[in-house]
């Protein structure tokens, strides 16, 4: 895979090459939610994708699980309260639903390839 797929969300823009993936913070919401930063995770280390989709009432995430990194899973109703604060997640809006889905979906393949 050499194009890359990216996603815009509420607090931040994921990035997938095939090798890793980006999460970068720009933008008002990223800042205040985790200041300006960037951070890549190689494709090796990905042992899992949460992606929820946006509620009638909530917006959607989308989580990347990494080893020896604490995950912010909590039951129902707080788990994207969480995300929004989690370095590993982005949180999303209704019409940036599908961008996420494909990027979950290109990850999702490069990972049963490897």
Do not use: C, W
């Amino acid at each position: 895979m050499t194009e890359t797929i990216s996603a815009q969300g509420r607090n931040g823009q994921v990035y997938f090459d095939g090798k890793a993936v980006t999460i970068t913070r720009e933008g008002f919401a990223a800042r205040v939610t985790h200041g300006r930063s960037e951070k890549s995770i190689p494709l090796r280390l990905i042992t899992g994708i949460q992606m929820k989709p946006v509620g009638m009432f909530t917006t959607g995430f989308i989580q990347f699980t990494v080893p020896g990194e604490m995950s912010n899973n909590t039951g129902k109703g707080g788990r994207t309260f969480n995300a929004a604060k989690d370095e590993n997640s982005v949180v999303f809006l209704k019409g940036q639903e599908p961008a996420f889905a494909a990027l979950r979906t290109a990850i999702q393949s490069a990972l049963a390839d490897f």
